[in-house]
């Protein structure tokens, strides 16, 4: 087992709130981190993709209000959505009784979908976590190549071999496609769900061209755009933003689109080993969606992240606007010679930059002119989470 560093997070929550919303993709080990939670506290739980568990709160009152003062896991509660005008009833009587925190913890696989589900019901009464696959603090400097091939989620990662890696996330994409996505009521073929994802993968880190993308799947751009909606809500596919602040500059308004979890890239592209990825036309971006998922696993609620790009080629890979309104310009190169695009500077200037680093694949960290200083990803990501 690997110890997740949300734990720390999702207990603090729950120690201030009645109720805590854990999002994260199937898989990624929020039932797992949310057992461990609940085995150190008086707490039941319930998933509702079992029909016994889903009968159990056919009559949500009946059954919590014997349950108060005890913590209620519900597992992909978003299959329930009427469930969270009864929570918010639950809440508010519990706070009466003197429960007043800790009293429910909701695992969500759909972060859209639940976040309108939950926004007006408990509005106030809750607090919103996201659980990534693993990251290169939890797993240590050595694994970070391996972290990088594999991917975060448990399953592929842990598997012993890269064969049977691999082999966990074809498996996973199939059910994926198969099995999961039409639960959330998505009317779309797997077949063609699947070359979406093959193709947002070809082009990690790209803009999004909505009408190239539509034309390959022989689709509508509206299609596009809802598959689209779909992979993000999903928590599979990462729509980064461009910046949008008026800098008096014609800037790029298309989003850059990254397939969030490396290892599925991998597989969506059909690269085996480390060897092929590095003779891969997608290793660059491959290599910035995989540092850019790492940095906001650790960045305080809160962070805003977007890039910044212009017509003239200035350009910053991500921008992060911290809770304090301290802003890092961050640029991603897979190098071993820290060195940056004279065009970063004048992008880091229009963004207003309060720091400068360099993400590279050296080992020690290099001061650089202009205050810019160039890091290892570990180094960025425990100063970005301290």
Request: charged share 20%; hydrophobic share 45%; with cysteine.
């Amino acid at each position: 087992m690997t110890e997740r560093l949300a734990k720390r997070r999702i207990e603090k929550a729950l120690s201030v709130q009645p109720a805590v919303v854990l999002l994260g993709p199937r898989q990624v080990g929020k039932t797992t981190l949310a057992l461990e939670i609940a085995a150190g506290r008086d707490a039941i739980h319930l998933d509702m993709e079992r029909h016994q568990d889903r009968q159990i709160l056919q009559e949500p009152d009946l059954y919590l209000d014997e349950q108060a003062g005890r913590l209620v896991v519900i597992d992909e509660v978003q299959l329930l959505p009427d469930l969270f005008s009864s929570l918010r009833g639950q809440i508010d009587q519990r706070r009466r009784d003197g429960y007043r925190i800790g009293q429910f913890l909701l695992l969500g696989s759909a972060s859209n979908t639940l976040l309108r589900q939950s926004a007006e019901s408990l509005a106030g009464r809750v607090s919103y976590h996201e659980l990534g696959g693993l990251n290169v603090q939890e797993v240590g400097q050595g694994a970070l190549n391996a972290l990088w091939l594999r991917g975060g989620f448990p399953g592929a990662f842990l598997a012993e071999g890269g064969e049977n890696s691999l082999q966990w996330r074809d498996d996973f994409i199939r059910t994926y496609l198969e099995r999961d996505i039409p639960t959330f009521g998505a009317r779309v073929p797997a077949a063609t769900l699947r070359r979406f994802w093959t193709m947002l993968a070809h082009n990690q880190g790209g803009l999004l061209n909505a009408a190239r993308l539509a034309a390959g799947l022989g689709v509508s751009g509206q299609s596009v755009g809802r598959y689209l909606d779909l992979m993000v809500d999903l928590m599979l596919v990462r729509r980064l933003e461009p910046w949008h602040a008026n800098a008096g500059k014609r800037l790029v308004k298309s989003p850059k689109i990254y397939v969030r979890d490396s290892g599925l890239a991998h597989s969506l592209l059909n690269i085996l080993t480390p060897e092929a990825l590095l003779a891969h036309p997608v290793v660059g971006g491959s290599w910035e969606g995989f540092v850019i998922e790492n940095l906001l696993s650790v960045a305080p609620i809160g962070t805003d992240a977007c890039f910044y790009r212009s017509s003239g080629g200035a350009e910053v890979d991500l921008v992060l606007t911290l809770p304090d309104g301290a802003v890092w310009a961050i640029e991603i190169k897979r190098t071993g010679t820290p060195k940056v695009a004279r065009g970063f500077h004048t992008a880091s200037a229009d963004v207003g930059a309060t720091a400068r680093f360099l993400v590279y694949a050296g080992d020690r960290e290099v001061p650089m002119l202009n205050d810019i200083r160039a890091l290892p990803l570990l180094a960025l990501m425990d100063r970005l989470s301290q």
